[in-house]
């Protein structure tokens, strides 16, 4: 065997000839294995993603003089005027309504966000695909991070309801348990979301398919509106809305509850399913993300 045919077989990952078998091959890697060293990657890399998501946001709010504060400061707006206009229109006493609902609004507003922006992820980084060698999934750690810098930023709206409305909010030691609830939506918002990302990348109609069904889960999701106002026979169909789930896991420590049961074994169960769908879709197309773009 010719040396040419050597370097040849040795660049192609192919296993040594009968001619040569004292000779060493190193054997091709895996489509698995190239999927754990993107993802592990990834979060290793938390320095750039964080220095992009930061550098997102000022970027968004260059030269004004609040900066990033103007997404807290219109958040306020919106959740204040509707827990007003909405408290009296469903007869709600404010002391239960106003807590619920502004804990609802910020966490839908992380949810929302992120589901909308993960699907685009692919689609709006493609210049930098195509030009520098990163993780895949780098640019959806910069989307989630982005959105969670956001998110405390607007947790100080709920300042004011701790203090006036403490009959339905209470910062109290449930409070901390924000911190795995979050952890758990930055886990589930990155599993689903490089799901969403690989096929809006793909098929350029789902962007717009995603930003429709999420105006619709917006208004079936108690969010503005508590499920006790529904009859017992509809709550189960409230109950198995998994984006519920995800709110009631923020929203309870928020308000100074702790979660129920059923919201941690749904949105555990829920974990478990993102982790094999993202698994079954990420590894085997994988390389073929960036000729999608």
Known sequence: MSVNENII???AGLSASKDNPDNIIFPPVSQRQLALQDISKGFLSWHIWLMLAWQDIKLRYRRSILGPFWITISMAVTV???GFLYGHLFHMDL???YPYLVSGMLTWALISSAITELTDTFITSDGLLKQIKLPYSLYLHRVIARNMIIFFHNLLVM???YFIFHEGAKFNFNTLLILPGLAILYLNAFIYGLVLAMI???FRDISQI???LVQIIFFVTPIMWNPSILPEKYKLFVMLNPVYSYIELVRAPLTGKLPAAFTLGMTGLLTIIGIMICAR???PYRSRIIYWL
Do not use: C, D, W
């Open 9 to 11: 077989q040795q660049s």
């Open 80 to 82: 204040y005027t509707m």
């Open 95 to 97: 002391q239960q309504y």
């Open 159 to 161: 300042l004011p309801i």
């Open 200 to 202: 809006g990348a793909r």
């Open 210 to 212: 995603i930003k429709s």
């Open 281 to 283: 879709l990420f590894v």
